[in-house]
Each structure stands twice: as C-alpha cells, then as structure tokens.
C-alpha cells in the first residue's frame, strides 16, 4: 500500500510489484506500485502540511517522535521477521537492526528539541546579529534494501524533527519492511502529509524528486552511479542533497596487532549483513611477516559460518539480495582466480536443499593482485581477497588507490601509527582495532566518490535545515 496525505491507498493504475523471499525463492506479497502520479500528489500533501508542521515546537515533534521509536520496539519481533523474509539476512542481525532503527528515531526526537540559534558579535553598537535554524522544505528520500529500516529511519526522522516534511521511495526489493514503519508513524499521531510513502519504478518517482521545484531536499543511500545522475537532475532546481553512496573498504593489519582480533574483526566487518553493507570490508591488507598466519586463521573462520535461511536462528549468512548480486560475486571470484588469486575457502554458491535462494558460501582468496576486478570494485557480498604488504607507505598508499572514500579499518597496538593511519587514510569513517564504527551519536558518511553529507548524530540534523541569518538596527 502507499500511504499518502495520511491515507493507505492503492495506486491510481492498480499496477502492483511482487516482493520475493531472496532465501527461499518464493512470493511474499502483493504491494500497490505508483508512478509519477502518485509522488507528485504525495509531494503537494507534504507541502501543503509543510505550512504547520514547521510552526511546530520541537517538543511536540519530540513527542511524536518518541512514540514512533516505542511503537518499532513494541512491533520488533514482527518487523525482523519481516526485514529477514524480504531481503534475506539473518535474524540476529535483523533484530538488531531494530533496535539501531529504534535508536535513531529515539535520538532525534532528542535532538528536535535542540535546535538551537546563534548571537554573532556585531561590528557596530547599533546592530543585533542572529543566526536560526529553520526546516529545509519538503524532503525526498530513496532508499536501498540492505537496511530496509534503519536506512530510512536516519533519514526521514531527522527531516521530520528538523520540522521538515518528507515523501520515501524504499527499494522495490524491501517495501513491507517501509510500510511496517509507517504503521508506526501513523500510528504515532503525524498529520497528514507530513510522512509519505510512495513504491513504484525508480526512475518515474527518481525524476518527480529531482525535477519539481516544491522538494528542496533529496536525501539518497544506493550506488554511486545513481547517486551521480540524481546530483545532476538535482542541479536544476538547486536542491539540497545528501548522498550515501558505494564503498570499497580497506582493512590493514600490522605486524604488531593482535592477530586474533584483528581475524575476529574482519570475520565481522566483512561477512555481516553477507557482504551487503557499503562498509564492509573489501580489501584486507595484511603486513607481510603475518599474512600467512592471518589468512589461515581468517579461512577457518569464514569456513565455519554457517549459510542458510536468516529465519533459521543458527544462520550467520543468509542469501543475497538477488541473482544479479549472486552473479556478480560470481564474477568477481572467477576472474580472481583467472588472475592467480588462491582460494582459501569458499569460492562457489550452495545450493540448500528445499530452498531456491542466493546462497554463496564465504570466501577468502589470498594472493591477490591489484589487477583483479576484486581490487577495485564494491563486491558487496561474502567474498574477500587478502593483499600482503611491507611498508607503512605501501598500504597508505594502496588503500587510499580508489574513488571511494566510505570506511576504513586499521589494527595496530601502536597509538602513535594508529594516530599517523588516521590521518592519512582519505575515508569518511577510520575504525582502529575497531570493526563497528557507528554509533546514533556518531555522524556516519563518506568522502571523495563515497558521497556527500552525513547522517546520525547531531550532524544528521543539519542536513535538513537551513541557517537564516537576521541583522537588526536599533
Ligand atoms: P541502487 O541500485 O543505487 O538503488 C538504491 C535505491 O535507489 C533503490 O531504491 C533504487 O530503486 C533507487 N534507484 C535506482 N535507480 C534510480 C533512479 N534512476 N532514480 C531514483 N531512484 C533510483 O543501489 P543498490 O544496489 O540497491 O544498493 C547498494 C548500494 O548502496 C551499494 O553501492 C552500497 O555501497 C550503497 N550503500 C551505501 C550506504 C552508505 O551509507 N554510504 C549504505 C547502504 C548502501 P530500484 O531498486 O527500483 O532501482
């Protein structure tokens, strides 16, 4: 269903869009499909509620906000089942990833209370300078699949408790995980038009937020190249926008780190989520002297995860998404080995029995050379090659030898490197002898290709709003 002007509607076409259970093969649902139409509708109901949600108190929008992160929580059993039968992961990882969802609705009804201005010491006596916060506009978000809450909840719920009104376009792939959360947030008491939801094709609902002059803000997490042309059909009405875009993560091991943690971290940065996280790590970089010590301690880990039905609560990786991402893993893994790379483990899909699902078993290649496709494209699934290297500068600079700028990782005992990696690394995120840098608190975003702007934390408020300043002569 859409939601729209705060009713649940079917679309004006009577189009509908199958979801698929990526483990099992089979149908889930039926959900209404809107075009062009239906967003430009949705678009004018945010509008049009966008003339008294801004002349809201923060505290109210708080409260309602509050009520939103309560009702997730109440809902979550139901909604992680929902989350793992739509895209796939396993339901360890799709409960917590409610309670990540809840925790980003909860800490901006926090931070809606604390929009606070700014007095600028004037040049003259006779002046008053100010500077305030005020809401964007209407806001645009499209999100991807591999967190089908809490990549939405990071970003309509900073729009709304900027004061901001907002239409969300989820991916086609997780749409009952969205409509789960609208339930809440109709539940929850928002006037209408205020949040919106609208499924349908990309493109058609892509082009409507980009095109017409009423969205000031779009705010979009998916692959760089999307992200790149929505900038461009952005440009000509000037919006704002926020791009969470593709990553390619390096992980580097020194010889002086602890190589059990630094195996047990990358078993976890690597394989969540199966490889689908725009952090995962992508390339591990081990120092020489302890690479062969590493990658076999790392292949006996990867080997004993177990593959299988996220539903299933022993499975620790479920399938991919769909059969162009088991594809695509594929690819990377043939040419690997076309290119010298060593299978240590995995390297193959699995077929389980009584399922039709995207399963591939966790791999780890090591031997790898930079002229394989592993080397310098997001994989985005359970594969991973292992580089050697020798020299500080080395890995600086290897790492650093991409267009993506997302996460990083770094193990070392020693402060001084880990201080010197910081600062050297071009990423957005640097995590050292730390696998799990985000946090609610935390601004999460890229730099270079990886994107623009950031979400979570105090900073993810600011993308929806715009500073007024006022000079007042007396
Ligand atoms: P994608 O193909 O770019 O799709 C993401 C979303 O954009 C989907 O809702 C998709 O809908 C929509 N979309 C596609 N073409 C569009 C168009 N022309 N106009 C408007 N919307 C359009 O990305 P994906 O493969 O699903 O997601 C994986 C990518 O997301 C990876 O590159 C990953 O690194 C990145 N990601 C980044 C972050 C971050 O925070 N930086 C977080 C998670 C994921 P359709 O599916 O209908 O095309």
Known sequence: MLYINGTWRQAQSGETLTVYNP??????????????????????AANEAFTH??????LERSTLLRKTAELIRENGEDIAQTITKEMGKSITEARREIISGANYVEWFAEE??????????????????????EPIGVAAAITPWNFPLSMITRKIT???????????????????????LFECLDKSGFPAGVANLVIGPAEEIGKEFTTNPIVRKLAFTGSTNIGKKLMKDSAATVKKVSMELGGHAPFVVFEDADIDEA??????????????????????????????????????????????????????IGPLVNAQALEK???????????GGNVLCG???????????????????????EDMQIATEETFGPVVPIFSFQTEDEVISKANDTNYGLAAYCYTKDLSRGL????????????????????VQSPFGGVKESGIGKEGGRQGMEEYLEKKFISIKY
């Open 23 to 44: 483990a099992t093969g089979k149908e889930l649902a039926e959900v209404a499909s809107g075009g062009r139409i239906e967003t430009k509708e949705a678009i004018d």
């Open 158 to 180: 900073p729009a709304l408790a900027a004061g901001c009104t907002v239409i969300l376009k989820p991916a086609p792939n997780t749409p009952l995980t969205a409509i789960k």
């Open 263 to 316: 195996v047990a971290g990358a078993i976890s940065t690597k394989f969540v989520n199966s490889g689908q996280t725009c952090i995962c790590t992508n390339r591990i970089y081990v120092a020489d002297e302890i690479a062969d010590e590493f990658s076999t301690k790392f292949a006996q880990k990867a080997n004993k995860l177990k593959v299988g039905n996220g539903l299933e609560e022993e499975t620790k």
């Open 420 to 439: 010197r990696m910081t600062r050297q690394l071009e990423y957005g995120i640097v995590g050292i002898n730390d696998p799990a840098p985000i946090a």
């Open 347 to 369: 390297g193959e899909t699995l077929d389980l029995p009584g399922m039709n699902g995207f399963f591939y078993k966790p791999t780890v290649i090591n031997e790898a050379t």
């Open 329 to 339: 893993v594929s690819r990377h893994v043939e040419d690997a080995k076309k290119h």
């Open 53 to 58: 949600w801004k002349n809201t108190t923060g």
């Open 112 to 133: 809606a209370k604390r929009i606070y201005g700014e007095t600028i010491p004037a040049p003259q006596k006779d002046k008053h300078l100010m500077l305030m916060n």
